[in-house]
C-alpha cells in the first residue's frame, strides 16, 4: 500500500465554493496546485513547508473557514507507514 501511495501524484484544485479539492493521478500526470487568493500562503507552499519539515508525503489536503480565518489540512504519510495530520494557518504559514 504504501509503494502504491508514493508513486501517486496528488493533484489540489478550488471548487467554486473555495473548498480545495484533491483527486490521485497517475505519476506521469501533470500535478496542479492553486492558491487560495484570501491567504498570503498558498496550498502549494503548505504542501512544500510540511513535506520538508516532517520528512512525509501529503496525500490529503484540505481547505477550512476556523473563526474567520482559512486553515489547510494536511493528511501526511511517512516512509514508515505513519499517517497524521497537520493544520497550517494560511495568513502566515504557522503550523497550528
Request: some cysteine; glycine content about 6%; proline content about 1%.
Amino acid at each position: 500500500m504504501i509503494n502504491v501511495l508514493r508513486k501517486v501524484t496528488v493533484v489540489l484544485w478550488l471548487s467554486a465554493a473555495g473548498a480545495a479539492v484533491v483527486c490521485a493521478a497517475s505519476p506521469r500526470a501533470e500535478s496542479t496546485r492553486v492558491a487560495v487568493t484570501d491567504g498570503a500562503v498558498s496550498m502549494d507552499q503548505a504542501v512544500q513547508m510540511v513535506e520538508q519539515r516532517y520528512h512525509a508525503r501529503v496525500v490529503r489536503a484540505q481547505t477550512q473557514r476556523e473563526e474567520g480565518r482559512t486553515v489547510y489540512v494536511l493528511r501526511l504519510l511517512n516512509d514508515s507507514g505513519k499517517v497524521w495530520t497537520v493544520r497550517v494557518d494560511a495568513a502566515n504559514g504557522a503550523v497550528l
